[in-house]
């Protein structure tokens, strides 16, 4: 026992062990329910595999910044199977990492594929594409994590991975269709959480940051305008709370809403960021974002979300309180190209 505890930083073994045993036990759990097949167990086996891939998503970027195991072996670890369950694993914990730190130093979204061009070069995936997001359909994001299984085959820097994506791709194909064929509605289910945990990583996303979009992963010797400016960091970054009334609410996302706490100390512990949200802000965050003019915003911008790039130099408070943020796609820190 004292070995397990000694594992954790921050005495984090309670809340770490609780948030890993959530995610067990709501995504198989979840699939259980998905198979029994009734009224009531087929719309919570949805919510319950959607929720569980979400926080698994969250405990892997927590991974990705060390701030669950003392040791980056451990975290590792935990980050590839989190990644798993994601279903993301197509591409690297080890990508997913890279990517997400020059985030975090170049003050910037840098990227490989520029899908809005690979897009609007292919008119008919253009409108199909729009079409399915008008439907509420994250087409954008399944687009992306597509890539995650095309991008060993596409890129040079990635062609070592060929062998290890056909593998996954191979048994993961394989169980999905077993799935279809014995139990047709667990696998409509599960596609249907899986749009559910793609949007909700995209809301969560989209409105976080007001960054410019940089296609330079793959020239790490780039240095992007604002690379290490703290000042246009903090500018630049905003805390999307659920609910500042019920604090509780926010770790639905883990508290990953606290995201100019996390941005000031990314190795903090996600159970630590609230209380430290205080600290700096004393209750008066001024990047906090209105949670409704969010939702405002993903609704009623959720096609011209599909080529935008930038929110613009409209701050986004304000565009965001009145509804009128755009937002950006394909932010996601699962897809690491």
């Known amino acids: ?8 930083r921050d005495e984090g073994m309670l809340p770490n062990t609780l948030a890993i045993g959530y ?11 998905l198979f029994v097949r009734t009224w009531w167990s087929l719309p919570l086996g949805v919510l319950a595999v959607a929720h569980g891939m979400t926080i698994a998503a969250y405990l892997l970027h927590d991974c990705g910044h060390n701030a ?10 935990i980050g590839r199977w989190m990644n798993v369950i994601t279903g993301s ?36 995936l253009h409108k199909i594409i729009r079409g ?26 990635k062609k070592a991975q060929r062998g290890r994506v056909l593998r996954i791709t191979l048994l993961r194909f394989s169980l999905f269709a077993l799935v279809v064929w014995f139990a047709p509605w667990a696998a409509l289910g599960y596609a249907v959480a899986y749009c559910l945990f793609l949007t909700f990583l995209r809301f969560m996303d989209s409105f976080q940051h007001n960054y410019e979009i940089f296609y330079t992963l793959d020239t790490p010797d780039a240095k992007p305008p604002y690379k290490g400016v703290r000042e246009y960091e903090e500018a630049n970054t905003y805390s999307n709370l659920i609910s500042s009334r019920w604090p509780w609410l926010n770790l639905l996302a883990l508290n990953f809403s606290y995201h100019n706490a996390h941005h000031t100390k990314p190795n903090m512990a996600w159970f630590r960021l609230p209380a430290f949200h205080q600290q700096i802000y004393a209750g008066q965050c001024p990047q906090q974002l209105s949670v409704w003019g969010q939702v405002k915003s993903f609704h009623r911008h959720r096609v011209a979300r ?9 701050d986004v408070r304000d565009t965001v309180r009145d509804g009128k943020a755009v937002g950006v796609n394909a932010l996601s820190f699962l897809t690491a190209f």
């Open 1 to 8: 026992m004292q070995f397990y505890k000694n594992i954790w």
């Open 23 to 33: 995610v067990l036990l709501t995504y198989f759990g979840g699939w259980a329910l």
């Open 68 to 77: 669950l195991c003392k040791k980056v072996e451990h975290n590792t670890v």
């Open 89 to 124: 694993h197509y591409g690297t914990y080890e990508d997913m990492r890279y990517k997400h730190m020059r985030h975090h130093v170049d003050n910037c979204e840098p990227v490989a594929f520029d899908y809005r061009t690979f897009i609007t070069k292919r008119p008919l």
């Open 132 to 157: 399915l997001e008008w439907c509420y359909i994250p087409a954008v994001e399944l687009l992306m994590h597509t890539m995650l299984i095309a991008a060993p085959f596409m890129y040079e820097s």
């Open 306 to 314: 599909v080529l935008a790039e930038e929110y613009g130099t409209a």
